[in-house]
DNA sequence: GCCATGACGTTCC
DNA sequence: GGGAACGCCATGG
């Protein structure tokens, strides 16, 4: 197992219990910001045996990424709810309140840095004429 | 090594 | 706030 999938288990782990963090969060707190799919990755690569609370993650949209159908989405919510995390009328978690760490959903500040950040390429979309 | 896929994120409309 | 498009990183064929 590479170790950038231990680092990202051992951040999942450092979750306090009733907060949760974003896919994007712990990519980056794991030292590969952007790597967000690869933290799902390695989610869905755990047992049900495994000591990594997993369904302390969610997406940046304070939603459960998986299918609603999906087993282990109700596991998730359930686990989340018993924790005391409070989910909205749209199935949402409010990151400002729940997120860990809090710095991370300050609201105020992150987005426009990373934005700026990740002004690498200008989008040359537009060839239509 | 190239191509496709995925529990995602950000930007633009 | 929602949908479409592109980027990102790691894995599998």
Same mark, same amino acid.
């Given at each position: 197992?590479?170790?950038?999938?231990? #680092?990202?288990?051992? =951040?999942?782990?450092? !979750?306090?219990?009733?907060?949760?963090?974003?896919?994007? /969060? *712990?990519? $980056?707190?794991?030292?590969?910001?952007?790597?967000?799919?690869?933290?799902?990755?390695?989610?869905?690569?755990?047992?049900?045996?495994?000591?990594?609370?997993?369904? #302390?993650?969610?997406? =940046?949209?304070?939603? !459960?990424?998986?299918?609603?159908?999906?087993?282990?989405? /109700? *596991?998730? $919510?359930?686990?989340?709810?018993?924790?005391?995390?409070?989910?909205?009328?749209?199935?949402?978690?409010?990151?400002?309140?729940?997120?860990?760490?809090?710095?991370?959903?300050?609201?105020?500040?992150?987005?426009?840095?990373?934005?700026?950040?990740?002004?690498?390429?200008?989008?040359?979309?537009?060839?239509?004429?």
């Amino acid at each position: 197992m590479n170790p950038f999938y231990h #680092r990202i288990y051992r =951040v999942i782990r450092h !979750i306090p219990k009733g907060r949760v963090a974003t896919y994007g /969060v *712990v990519a $980056r707190l794991a030292g590969r910001p952007g790597a967000a799919r690869t933290v799902g990755w390695a989610l869905s690569a755990l047992g049900e045996d495994s000591d990594v609370p997993w369904w #302390r993650v969610l997406n =940046v949209s304070g939603r !459960i990424s998986l299918a609603a159908q999906h087993h282990s989405a /109700v *596991v998730q $919510r359930a686990l989340l709810l018993r924790e005391g995390v409070k989910f909205a009328p749209g199935g949402t978690v409010n990151l400002a309140v729940f997120g860990w760490p809090a710095e991370a959903y300050d609201t105020v500040a992150p987005a426009r840095t990373r934005a700026a950040a990740s002004r690498r390429s200008p989008r040359l979309k537009d060839s239509r004429t």
